[in-house]
């Protein structure tokens, strides 16, 4: 068990539809970073929040949004869903900013878009 | 193109088997890391490695950054069974400006099966 916690587990849903995945981070952590992983693309990095703020943005579609609240847990909401966005979301939490500071992965959320 | 290269893609050996799986790539890493991950699970860190030359010994696994700081080798000693799973490397580009971020780029995984 990392500490990490990210609910649902499983999501299906349809396509033009919008849904919400959440993230607690790890007791003490202060960044968040969401990945997407797929078969075809492996696990790509989205985008990371360090104390409230957005510090890093990878290949994030525009339909994507994250937040980072005040206590830290962390929302990624997906809008207009297409089938290609079926995959695993998964949140990771570190202590601080720099790599060295070790990422702890969450379970993941299995999105289906039917 | 993919920025971190992971070979091979898929191995499978006999249990007391020796192996080795490489991560490769152009571009400086200020940090590698190496994770396992199971089917339906979020990768579980196995180690950092920040230094060039750095050799890592976890019981029967070591792990290695290469001195360029651009590679990095996993080999498992004797494997057993419960190695089993997907290995993924993944770096965090060296920022001259600016500091880390910390975000990592993956590689694609060697998905390593042991046969008892």
């Known amino acids: 068990d990392s500490g990490v916690t990210q609910t649902p587990k499983h999501l299906i849903t349809a396509t033009g539809q919008r849904v919400t995945l959440r993230c607690s981070p790890r007791?003490?952590?202060?960044?968040v970073y969401w990945y997407q992983q797929s078969l075809d693309q492996g696990l790509q990095f989205l985008i990371q929040?360090?104390?409230?703020?957005?510090?890093a943005k990878g290949n994030i579609l525009e339909r994507f949004s994250a937040q980072q609240f005040p206590d830290l847990h962390s929302e990624l909401n997906l809008s207009s869903l297409e089938l290609g966005d079926s995959a695993l979301y998964f949140c990771?939490?570190?202590?601080?900013?720099?790599?060295?500071?070790?990422?702890?992965f969450g379970p993941g959320t299995r999105l289906t878009v039917t | 193109t993919q920025l971190l290269e992971q070979s091979p893609q898929f191995l499978s050996i006999q249990e007391g088997e020796n192996l080795t799986v490489y991560c490769n790539s152009s571009s400086v890493f200020s940090s590698l890391q190496w994770y396992r991950q199971e089917p339906g699970e979020g990768p579980v860190l196995l180690v950092t490695?920040?230094?060039?030359?750095e050799v890592k010994k976890l019981k029967r696994l070591t792990f290695q950054f290469g001195d360029a700081r651009k590679d990095s080798s996993l080999h498992i000693t004797a494997a057993q069974p419960g190695d089993t799973g997907l290995y993924l490397c993944a770096g965090e580009l060296w920022v001259v400006y600016g500091g880390s971020q910390g975000n990592l780029i993956f590689g694609k995984g060697t998905k390593l099966s042991v046969k008892p």
């Open positions: 990771a939490s570190s202590t601080g900013l720099a790599g060295f500071y070790e990422q702890y």
């Open positions: 929040y360090y104390n409230g703020e957005e510090r």
């Open positions: 007791s003490g952590d202060l960044s």
């Open positions: 490695v920040v230094t060039g030359g």
